[in-house]
């Protein structure tokens, strides 16, 4: 796969261990606030309702793609979404991220979980972004130690404490939720698959927080079965956490095909934590592109090298921040696909 001439097709090419003529660029978080055409259509929506609106969810993860000419569309969701149909009471708050009123803490409120029923709506608008996108689609799910985080801490919180603690202090009910999470996960991202998701992307955003060898212990066998069970599916699979650079090649073991790397770890040294194994996406921090054009153009160029010209997916190191301009996003877009490793 040397000469890919569709300009459609770099991003999945590159997945599959291919090497398109210029570095594939999408970002985490493209589809959001730093858009000004996402935030007129939110200001009249709640944004689990947009979540769920299939035609509102489908022009949102097009906004990015029509303004910025990334090389994927992730669908617009949230991690939290499935978490509804499985009986969990919880709003995204603006600014805070998804709050949910009674935590769960305990065996009995993890066994009143109820399993994943199908969501057509998310089916449906995969569907329509099939038929209107030309770059492939990006499905995606929560990791089951980041839902944990919230389901447990009931909001955003600093190092999910009471997760931590109900993970050493009650581990048979803490693999029981491990397993359930990664039942309803796997069945969700099949079912994405199912509907005309191009690849899957699992995010264990908070994953940071434990050290290799609790990852290892607590975490590790839920995001490998999640990667098995997709297998077969023949779509590319990526894995990203932020704060792993401690256990990138524990990722890289998971059956993953991509690996995304946050901004504290240089690309060189992850691919030479993943032993090559996996091609890379990364990893510039979401910070430097609220600095002038010539810092984010002198660090973007810097992640192109260490990334090599090769296995590497350019994004940025976590989500675009909601006060980048999105101008500085479609410079960033055009610069990469215009470098060259020799260049
Ligand atoms: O293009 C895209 O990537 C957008 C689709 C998307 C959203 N959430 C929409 C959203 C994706 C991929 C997510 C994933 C997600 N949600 C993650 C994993 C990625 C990561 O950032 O680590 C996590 C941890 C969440 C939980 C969550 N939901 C947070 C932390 C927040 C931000 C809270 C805030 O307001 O700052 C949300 C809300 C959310 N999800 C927004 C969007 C566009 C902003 C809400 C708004 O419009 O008010």
Redesign the pocket.
């Known amino acids: 796969m040397t000469d890919i001439t569709d300009i459609n097709e770099r991003f999945l090419a590159l997945c599959r261990g291919g090497r398109p003529d210029v570095t594939p660029v999408w970002f985490?978080?493209?589809?959001?606030?730093s858009l000004p055409e996402?935030r007129a259509l939110?200001a009249g929506h709640d944004?689990l309702d947009m979540c769920r609106t299939p035609e509102l969810a489908a022009e949102v993860?097009m906004q990015?793609v029509r303004r910025l000419g990334v090389d994927a569309a992730?669908?617009?969701?949230?991690?939290?979404v499935p978490l509804v149909p499985m009986g969990v009471e919880l709003k995204?708050?603006?600014?805070?991220?998804?709050v949910i009123d009674s935590p769960l803490r305990d065996a009995g409120a993890i066994d009143s979980l109820k399993p994943l029923s199908p969501q057509e709506d998310v089916l449906e608008t995969i569907g329509i972004l099939r038929r209107e996108l030309r770059v492939p689609l990006i499905g995606?799910g929560?990791a089951p130690f980041?839902l944990a985080c919230?389901l447990i801490e009931g909001g955003?919180a600093k190092s999910h404490v009471h997760t931590r603690a109900l993970m050493y202090g009650a581990p048979a009910v803490w693999h029981r939720l491990m397993d359930l999470l990664a039942d309803a996960t796997l069945e969700y991202l099949r079912a994405q698959v199912g509907a005309g998701a191009q690849a899957i992307q699992l995010?264990d955003?908070?994953a940071g927080d434990l050290g290799p060898l609790e990852y290892r212990e607590f975490v590790l066998p839920t995001i490998t079965r999640i990667m098995d069970g997709l297998a077969h599916l023949g779509v590319p699979r990526i894995v990203f956490g932020?704060g792993t650079g401690e256990f990138l090649g524990l990722l890289a073991g998971t059956g993953a095909d991509v690996v995304g790397v946050d901004w504290r770890t240089p690309l060189d040294e992850a691919r030479a934590r993943t032993g090559g194994r996996v091609a890379l996406q990364g990893n510039l921090d979401p910070a430097v592109c609220l600095a002038p054009w010539d810092v984010v153009h002198a660090r973007a160029a810097d992640v192109l090298v260490k990334g090599g010209g090769r296995g590497h997916i350019f994004n940025l190191g976590?989500?675009v921040l909601?006060d980048t301009d999105p101008a500085t996003l479609e410079k960033l877009v055009e610069f990469v696909h215009g470098w060259t490793p020799d260049a």
């Open positions: 985490m978080r493209q589809a959001g606030r996402y939110r944004i993860t990015p992730i669908l617009f969701s949230d991690i939290v995204i708050v603006s600014g805070v991220g998804p995606f929560g980041t919230y955003p995010f955003s908070w932020v976590h989500g909601p």
